[in-house]
């Protein structure tokens, strides 16, 4: 059995992914504002409601309020090692 919302939250993370991955892909300025306002949406999604303790969620706060502030580094590493590769 999954838990409540174990779907929403899955889809949650994907699109987050993806949104990471077009941030860090993407060269054109207003493409990449574009995917960061994504990115930064999360605090709005299932993932980030259902999916995180508070901790995951202060945990999570930080590396969102660094990556607004131009600090991308930690957002990368966990895109990196936590999201899907791009389909081909």
Excluded at 72 to 80: A, F, G, K, S, T
Aim: overall charge negative; hydrophobic content about 40%.
């Amino acid at each position: 059995m999954y838990e409540t919302n174990t779907g929403r939250v899955d889809a949650a993370w994907y699109w987050h992914c993806s949104w990471g991955r077009t941030f860090f892909s993407t060269r054109d300025a207003i493409e990449r504002r574009a995917a960061l306002k994504q990115v930064l949406a999360l605090r709005q999604s299932a993932f980030y409601k259902w999916g995180l303790d508070e901790a995951g969620r202060s945990s999570r706060d930080a590396v969102l309020n660094d990556a607004s502030d131009g600090r991308v580094e930690e957002l990368r590493q966990i895109i990196d090692l936590n999201c899907p590769a791009a389909p081909e």
